[in-house]
């Protein structure tokens, strides 16, 4: 089944503590995103990236890393988590990141930094 | 960079009846405005979008259109259903990969 996949569904953690949120696709999907979405804020794009070893800022990058190693999987870093990266986060991806081409979203991962 | 502006952020219609939700944005250069509906704890889904060079899509019971020049886009729903209940959000970008969403839209159809 074509799909993107998150982990971990659920997070709660205290600030200060590394942590990851990985994310993978098994569509051979060139383009990934990263989103979070936070109440009357909608989503707002963290950061891209349009291939391997290819990344850039969306809107919101302050705090957080991606790395892209592999076409797959595209894991979102918080080196140094803050309560104000309390939220719920999407992971994207579609063929190559074209118009014609439909972006589908992981089911979220929700954080929650004490 | 680029800032949109949807509206309203919430409205309730009686089934039956059409909904409207409108975006503005900032950037002339955006040329793709792509429409999300997102259920209750799911994530969003594609379900219609246009290219600047188009002013007007639409799919069943459910179009889009463009005002270059004005810089804005809507949502159209016609003959509204309870399973249109959901949170709509627009969003807007310059060849796709960088995307700037609107707030979002809450809709709720009263049977």
């Known amino acids: 089944e074509a799909q993107v996949t998150q982990n971990p569904r659920y997070l709660i953690t205290v600030t200060g503590k590394k942590l990851t949120v990985t994310c993978s696709q098994n569509?051979?999907?060139?383009?990934m995103s990263w989103y979070r979405q936070d109440p009357g804020l909608g989503l707002r794009q963290i950061y891209y990236s349009m291939n391997v070893e290819v990344t850039d800022k969306g809107d919101v990058p302050e705090g957080y890393k991606v790395s892209r190693k592999e076409k797959r999987n595209f894991p979102l870093i918080l080196e140094s988590p803050s309560p104000n990266q309390t939220s719920l986060y999407f992971c994207a991806s579609s063929l190559w990141g074209r118009f014609t081409d439909t972006q589908y979203f992981g089911p979220g991962t929700r954080l929650t930094v004490l | 960079g680029e800032n949109v502006e949807q509206h309203p952020s919430t409205l309730s219609v009686q089934e039956g009846d059409s909904a409207v939700i409108k975006c503005t944005y900032s950037?002339?250069?955006?040329?793709?405005f792509p429409w999300y509906k997102q259920e209750l704890g799911k994530r969003p889904q594609l379900i219609i979008d246009i290219r600047s060079n188009v002013g007007e899509k639409k799919d069943q019971r459910i179009a889009v259109t463009l005002n270059k020049t004005a810089k804005h886009f809507s949502l159209h729903i016609t003959e509204t259903q309870p399973e249109d209940s959901a949170v709509y959000f627009c969003?807007?970008?310059?060849?796709?990969?960088?995307?700037?969403f609107g707030t979002g839209t809450k809709l709720q159809v009263i049977p």
């Open positions: 969003a807007a970008s310059e060849g796709y990969q960088k995307v700037t």
């Open positions: 569509m051979n999907h060139e383009y």
């Open positions: 950037d002339s250069a955006s040329n793709y």
